[in-house]
Structures are given as structure tokens and as C-alpha cells.
């Protein structure tokens, strides 16, 4: 019997004998490897250096200016019935699709190195991490993957005795956005990557693997694979207490999984420990409770926006060993972007002397890539290979009406329903027209890999299942006033949300029911230190005829799946909606 090293080895050969690549490297993950790719890349000009003195080891790479972001049209979910992907997937028959890419890779890798670069999502010693194996032609991914996953000889020894692993072949191609595909095989435990170097739609391990892939897996084998980031709360009597997010692409998840809470809390003693800002897996433990590991090993976080203001844990880990993606730079080749500070920059995302009349100086969807060890609030069990038990879930939103700063979900269900109708605003992160609202059930819609009403249905499965679950909550920290400005504060001041979360999950605070949900009562979020105090009623108030409104939207849209759509949901759906009437 052949060993998963031979398999590995045959397909990597099988491979090589299509794409044709020069020469084929498997990757140790080690500092010696790293280091030449990056010298390698220096001299090619895919690397440029930034200010050694202030950013040791921190590099940036322009991409090219058609590539970059997600490309969610040609994203396809390939699986033998349709039905099976759903109506929130594209889906192509796997034989067409296979036949498509094989074309696009025929030959892709002449005078190109083949990388192998072995992976691990999760603590390599946990038994809820799942391996991989990519196989690309891009340095650069080779640099983030090692930033972003646990990658290289530890990886392998463990695909060796474990022997699975999901399978992504990539290849940059020529950049053409007409000759580029983000190709899913879930039946397959495989993707396929084509003519595109972007993060999410080149470094296989994070979107493709680590949520659609593993969705679809997390279903078979009874968890969850989500896009939430995990956060751990510590109050000032030392005990800390974790909880979970999904907010779509660019809603703040980094900022929240690493915020620094407001002075009065800090002075209390209470302190904040980053698990995971994108991807968080799931998996009922013994006890009855969910249990949480980030499959992620980096961060992959949007620049413009980040500052000392808005995220200061997050601007003290950028200025080491960092690869930045389509940001400025300032004249002393400094990295720059919006919202940093207000030096100028020199030159622009695209390497031109930057010219107002170009647009942003950094592209609204430029990026860092940095390990998770450079957080400062990088938190001690983020390497638990049991993963940190989960008290809350949050799903969250961008909505400038309707939603309230926050609600607790009266049980599991209808916090699955509050998750199915969670709806924001189109944001940068992925190509297409920015600022329109959209459903994004559990922020999900671009990641599950698998037909929606079926995922509710396993939503409600692993609840059922659990005997301590996590209670849910949905928060909107970006209500508007009549004058369009944002009345929460945001940023460290939702730690003032957090707060009132934790106390309800320890039973520690009253609410007031509502049909929609329960919201806090008057004071019972703390703001009285803060200098101005937002419009606590408009944030809290629930209007029901706007709220009859939305349930109706919110049917309209669950009937969009079909039959398949959970009777359980429905039903809650029109009890919410009969309570309100
Ligand atoms: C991301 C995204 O890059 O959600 O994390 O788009
Ligand atoms: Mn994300």
C-alpha cells in the first residue's frame, strides 16, 4: 500500500507533467526559505523594499491593478447535483469545470518554479486542525502562506501520519481577468486557482480551504466552519470569557479582536486577547459546549483605516516583518494609506508619484500580512489545541437603520434566524459596486460552500446538540443619525457592548423583551464617562412597523432557497412576526 507521501508525490508529479514548470521546490517553511524568496522577489521587482530602520523586514508588493480583491463571479462551487451548492454559490458541473482549468493550466508553469507548500489550518498539535497541500507557481503566496498558516515540515510530517489532506493547485497565469477561475471541488477535497494572485483568491488555505472546503467538511462531520473572529474578554477578576463574530468583509472584525478597551475599563483592570480576526472553527465539545480554534496562523487585514486611533494593537505589530499589498509610501519609504495619519505620500498604490486626481493613494482594499504572534494582545490559548470554550455568538452588521446597537436572541433558533437574515452594505473587499445592501446570512454569502438552506439546518443541528450553548446576539455598531454621521462611537467603545453581552450570558443583567429580541434597558450599557454621550434611544429602540417590514424581507429572501429551507425557521420567522403585529 502506497503511503499519502507517494499520493502527495504522484499528484505533485502528475502536476509538474501538465503545467511544466522548470523546477518543482517543496517548501520547509523555514527562515533560509523565506529569506531567498524574498531576496528572489526583491531582485524581480515583485518585492519592494520599505524604510529598513522603521520597518525591519517588511516589504510590499504591488499587485497587478486588475487583481485586487475576490472575484465572487467567477468563484464556483463544483459539486455532482447543483442543488447541492445552492442558489449562493455559482456552480459549474465538475467535468466541465475540470476540463476548463486543465486547459488554463496546460502548460502554465514553463519557466516557472512549481512550489509545494504543505499546511496546517489550526495549532499543529489540535485534533480539530485540518491539513493541506498548495501547489503554486506565485512566491508571494509561498511568503503569505507561511505567514498565514502553520506551513512547511511540520505540516507535512503531520499529512504524513494523518493521511488527508485537501488539495489546491494555483496558478497566477497571466493576470487576465478573463482567464481566471476560483474553482471548488468539495466532493473532491480540492480547489483549483487560476490567474489570480489575491489574497482570497490565491492563498488557498484561507476562503477556499479554510471556509469553503471546510464547511462543507465541518457538515459531514458535525461542526462549523465560520467567518467570525474569536475574542477572549478578561475582567478584572482575572477570568476570561470568549466570544465569537461574524461581521461581513470589512465591518471592523480586526479592530473588534483587538480592541483596547476604554480608559475606565482599563483602570478596572479589564483586558482584551485576540484568538482570530476572519475564520473560526467550531466543535461541540464533551461538556456540551462549542469550542473555538482560529484555523489561521496571520493576519490578512485591510490597511486604510488602521490607526493609532482605530486600532492601535494592530499598528504596533505592522512595523516588523510584514508584507504589505497595494498600500502608498511615504518619501522615506514608509508604508501609507487613508485614515493613517496626515503625512502624504509619495507614491501611490500603483508605484506613481501620488496625484489626488488618481484616487486613493492606497488601494480602499490594500492589506497586511503579519503573523499572529506580532499582536500584542495575541492571546496565550490561541494555541490551545482544545480550542477556547465560546460564550456568545455575534452577528453583526452594517445598517444605518432599523437594527439596534444590540439584541440578545431568545434561543439558539431564532438566533440561527437572526444569523440567516443578517444583511450590510456592499464594502471594497470583493470587485463590484460598493454601498448597496445585501443579505449576508451569517456573513457567509461568498464562503459557504454548500447549499445555504442545508448549512441553517446544520446551524440548528449542532444547537440542538449542545447542552450549554452560546447565547446569540446581533450588534449594528453603524447605526446613522438624520444627518447621516454614525451615533455609536465604535472602535474600544463597543467593548461597552461586550460588556452587557458577557452579563447576560452570566445572568447578571435584566433585558427588555421585545418579539425581535431582548435589548438592554435604560443605563444598562455603561457610556456616563463618556464625553458625549450618544443617542442611547435611537440606538436601542425597536420600531415594529419597520421591523414588520424587514420580516417580510427577510421571508422573501429564505424563500429564495426553496423547500430545503428548515420548517423550524420558518416557523420561528412567523411567531417574530405574529409578536409583533
Ligand atoms: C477577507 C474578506 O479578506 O472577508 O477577510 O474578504
Ligand atoms: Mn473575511
Redesign the pocket.
Known sequence: MSSTLDALTDWVDQVATHTKPERIVWCDGSDAENQALVEMMLANGELVSLNAKTHPNCYLHRSDPDDV??VEHLTFVCTQEQADAGPNNHWMDPAKAHALMDELFAGCMANRTLYVVPYCMGPIDSPMARLGVELTDSPYVVANMRLMTRMGQAALARIEAEGHFVKGLHSTGELDPDRRYIMHFPEELSIMSFGSGY??NALLG??CHALRIASYQARNEGWLAE?MLIVGIENPQGEVRYIAGAF???CG?TNLAMLIPPQVYREEGWKVWTVG???CWLHPGDDGRLYAINPEAGF???APGTSAGTNPNALAMLDQDTIFTNVAVTEDDQPWWEGLDDRSPQKDWQGRDFDPANGPAAHP?S?FTVSMKRCPSYSDQAENPNGVPIDAIVFGGRRAHLAPLVMEAHDWVHGVLVGAAMASET?A??TGEVGVVRRDPM?MK??CGYHFADYWQHWLGVGAQLTHPPKIFQVNWFRRDDEGRFIWPGFGDNMRVLEWILDRCAEKVAAKETPVGAVPTQGAIRVSDLAESPDMDTLLTIDPEAWAEELIAVEGFLSEYGDRVPKLLIERLQAVKKGLS
Do not use: L, Y
Request: no cysteine; net charge positive.
Open positions: 480583491a475576490r489574497g482570497g484561507k476562503k467567518h461581513p468583509s470589512a472584525k480576526d476572519d475564520i490578512f487585514g485591510v482594499n492589506r464594502t473587499a470583493a456573513a461568498p464562503f
